[in-house]
């Protein structure tokens, strides 16, 4: 398969994601400051909820960039990713209205621990995927799974945070989002070698 479709059906995915989000936002009842105060806990997870998705596109697109051909485990580690991805409306929706109610935040936690999961089998199938043609950029794809390693501690210490206080836990989701806000600059200068 060529990439450029597994790229098209994935930024579509991760489209439609941000889209779900966004209709879930209610206009508030009331034309003052108190209808936005009311709404707070609603915009905070989805600005948190679109950092991780546009987060995951980012890199999503990088890591997708060093591939010319799609094998079936690179496309059954994509969709796997892309489902979990798909939940997060639901978790956004749920936190937020609860107000961030330490089981919302916990699932919440819970269902970003995956995604970084489903990212880093992804990952490692293209940097495996690679070995044979480009060594070097399998070699510094690979590298990236400290990033995964930070950002899994991040959202795993998140869980007993919740249960001091859950705004402890929504800064160790913004950090664990922060480390990969900016893509591999080696993955970067690799592939500009190679075009």
């Not at 979990?84 to 609860?98: I, N």
Request: proline residues 3%.
């Amino acid at each position: 398969m060529n990439k450029n479709r597994l790229e098209a059906f994935s930024d579509g995915v991760l489209a439609i994601i941000i889209t779900i989000m966004v209709l879930e936002i209610k206009v508030p009842e009331t034309a003052n400051w108190e209808g936005i105060k009311q709404l707070m806990p609603i915009l905070i997870s989805y600005i948190l909820s679109f950092a991780f998705i546009g987060v995951y596109w980012n890199n999503h697109h990088h890591l997708l960039q060093s591939l010319k051909q799609v094998s079936s485990a690179i496309m059954w580690s994509n969709l796997n990713l892309l489902f979990w991805l798909s939940l997060l409306p639901f978790c956004t929706k749920w936190m937020g209205e609860t107000h961030f109610d330490r089981f919302t935040v916990i699932v919440y936690s819970i269902l970003l621990m995956i995604c970084g999961l489903s990212f880093n089998i992804l990952q490692n199938k293209i940097a495996h995927s690679l070995k044979n043609e480009i060594n070097q950029l399998s070699k510094i794809i690979k590298k990236q799974n400290y990033k995964v390693l930070i950002s899994s501690i991040c959202n795993l210490l998140s869980i007993p945070a919740a249960f001091i206080n859950t705004n402890i836990s929504l800064l160790l989701f913004v950090l664990a989002s922060g480390i990969w806000i900016i893509p591999s600059k080696e993955i970067e200068e690799e592939l500009s070698k190679l075009n």
